[in-house]
């Protein structure tokens, strides 16, 4: 059996071959080599391809087929002219043929030379049928020629619309928007190095820059248009010519400066501020290598107008009160600060800043040694009649703010006095991760800021009980609008819910006092939330989602649902297609319960 399929398959051999010898003698010699130029094309021999073209065309002159695989693979091997001469030969034999059009069209692009391109199409047009299956492609390429050799005109805003307006444009972009904007054209470059606004804010503290830039942008701006400097980690040397260079160009008028993270060189930082610090408003040194005895004793004096201070990381000294510039009131000068974030670990220190700021608007302090209620009394009794908003965190690594960035036009300018329409008292008022605050120090700040009390926010405070809930219901928080506490028994979230009917922004996570009951009372009582976070929270379910989300899916802005394992997947997935992905958030990870 075998043997038999030997011989079938032997004379099945014999006749293949005797067919492909009868194919091979019936083909001619150019088509032969026309084929081995084909295959020589697809391995991608371009130069064997063009001889065997080559060859084929001695063998039969002038054929069109041979002719344009010669020009496309003279054209893959960068030797346009000789492509051209190909196409052009096309077109010489046979002008009715959309082929030779086609390819002198692209070549002459290639070139650049685009109105050849144009009239090479327009004559094909003119000679082939219009029935031709490549008619309308000779149309779209003339199409495409015609665009580049005649662009639309561009209407550069520079030219129509007025001064005031492209100054208030650029007043909204970022610092290395408008460097980017002086590459868009002659005119935008023009504009941008001719206004001063072009320079008020130089903010290098998201990317290393050199000194030579740092020079030449200050150069442009002639000293008198910059408002603001910041740079962050920046060693002693680098810095120390930056700053020259603030002398050297006369900034006199600059308002913020941000080194953050820095090493500074002392003397001629001091030198800085005593030339050109009387206009300083803003100073961010946080982690910069002064102590807090220099800042006190030589920084804040050279700034007259400083209102806004920074100094989270800068090494805190003993004991502050027993240095000997204090011994007099008037040695001291800090009774123009307003706003302060500061890290201090003596409690006498702290208290003696309360008492040298009596103008204080924003205080946020962070100490890992010190409690709330060491200092509870200076707060409540004394430094609460001038303060809006209060920060106090035991965690040194939580770096978040109550107030926002400092900003050219946004702070310094709307900041230095308090807006007309808002009324005295506490507005925020933070504390975070501190064990001795109790309900009755809550019980204090409340009864004496109820009626402006707008942000309340407790975290991971054990200490309060339920007089929270209390003092939501007598005296009341009638501005309520941000919340955030945590380990309440369900009888007070509920009453809480239900007496603030302002708030926007709740967050009260891994509690079992967050039920469905509790949601239905948010539900049902509050009028605008944006925010809600019940993370961690075991006994919302799936009812209880359901009823905020439609009774606030207008307004939500972010729901944070993570870890609530009794939540099911088709309601986080309903919640999802009725919010949003990007305003629902359901993370489970870790099972915390």
Aim: proline letters at 3%; one cysteine or more.
């Amino acid at each position: 059996m075998l043997k038999r399929k030997a011989v079938t398959d032997s004379s099945s051999s014999k006749r293949q071959a005797k067919t492909t010898a009868i194919s091979s003698s019936s083909t001619e010699p150019w088509e032969l080599v026309l084929n081995d130029g084909k295959e020589a094309i697809k391995e991608k021999d371009f130069k064997r391809a063009v001889s065997l073209f080559t060859r084929a065309l001695e063998l039969k002159p002038n054929h069109a087929t041979v002719l344009e695989y010669r020009a496309a693979s003279y054209e893959k091997l960068d030797q346009l002219n000789l492509a051209l001469q190909d196409a052009t030969t096309m077109i010489r034999h046979d002008p009715t043929s959309a082929r030779g059009y086609l390819r002198a069209g692209k070549i002459l692009s290639l070139q650049k030379k685009h109105k050849s391109a144009v009239t090479i199409y327009k004559r094909g047009l003119k000679n082939i049928s219009v029935h031709d299956a490549r008619y309308q492609q000779i149309k779209d390429m003339l199409a495409a020629a015609e665009r580049i050799l005649h662009p639309s005109p561009t209407h550069d805003p520079m030219r129509y619309l007025p001064y005031d307006i492209m100054s208030t444009i650029f007043s909204m972009l970022s610092f290395e928007r408008r460097i980017q904007c002086t590459s868009v054209s002659q005119s935008w470059r023009s504009f941008a190095l001719s206004w001063p606004g072009m320079w008020r804010d130089l903010d290098f503290s998201d990317k290393k820059i050199s000194v030579a830039t740092i020079k030449k942008y200050l150069g442009h701006a002639k000293g008198r248009h910059v408002r603001r400097l910041s740079v962050r980690s920046v060693a002693r040397n680098k810095l120390d010519k930056i700053l020259q260079l603030l002398i050297d160009e006369d900034c006199q008028y600059l308002n913020i400066l941000e080194l953050s993270d820095c090493e500074i060189p002392v003397t001629t930082f001091l030198r800085l501020l005593r030339l050109i610090g009387k206009h300083i408003t803003y100073m961010n040194l946080d982690y910069a290598t002064l102590t807090m005895d220099a800042i006190v004793r030589q920084v804040i004096p050279r700034c007259p107008k400083l209102t806004h201070l920074t100094v989270n990381g800068v090494p805190d000294i003993a004991d502050i009160t027993k240095q000997a510039y204090t011994t007099a009131d008037n040695d001291v000068e800090l009774h123009q600060l307003t706003h302060v974030r500061i890290v201090m670990n003596d409690v006498n220190n702290i208290k003696w800043l309360l008492r040298k700021c009596p103008k204080l608007e924003l205080l946020d302090i962070k100490s890992e040694d010190v409690r709330f209620n060491d200092i509870a009394e200076t707060v409540i009794h004394e430094s609460l009649n001038s303060m809006r908003k209060f920060r106090f965190s035991r965690a040194i690594l939580d770096s978040s703010t109550i107030w926002p960035a400092a900003g050219v036009d946004s702070w310094v300018s709307k900041t230095n006095h308090r807006p007309s329409d808002t009324s005295d008292g506490l507005e925020a008022f933070y504390i975070v991760s501190d064990p001795s605050f109790t309900g009755s120090m809550l019980r204090g700040i409340v009864q004496r800021s109820f009626r402006t009390l707008k942000q309340l926010v407790l975290r991971d405070c054990r200490s309060v009980g339920d007089s929270l809930a209390h003092l939501a219901t007598s005296p009341g928080l009638p501005c309520l609008e941000k919340l955030e506490c945590g380990q309440m028994e369900e009888d007070d979230i509920r009453t809480i819910l239900t007496a603030c009917p302002t708030l926007q922004d709740v967050t009260i996570g891994f509690t079992i006092g967050m039920t469905d009951n509790a949601m239905s009372d948010l539900a049902a009582n509050v009028k605008k939330l944006k925010r809600l976070d019940i993370t961690g929270c075991p006994h919302v379910t799936g009812v209880g989602l359901e009823k905020v989300v439609k009774a606030h899916r207008s307004t939500l802005e972010k729901v944070n649902i993570s870890q609530c394992f009794r939540i099911s997947v088709d309601a986080i997935e309903w919640a999802t297609s009725v919010l949003g992905k990007r305003v629902l958030e359901a993370n489970f990870n870790t099972r915390s319960f």
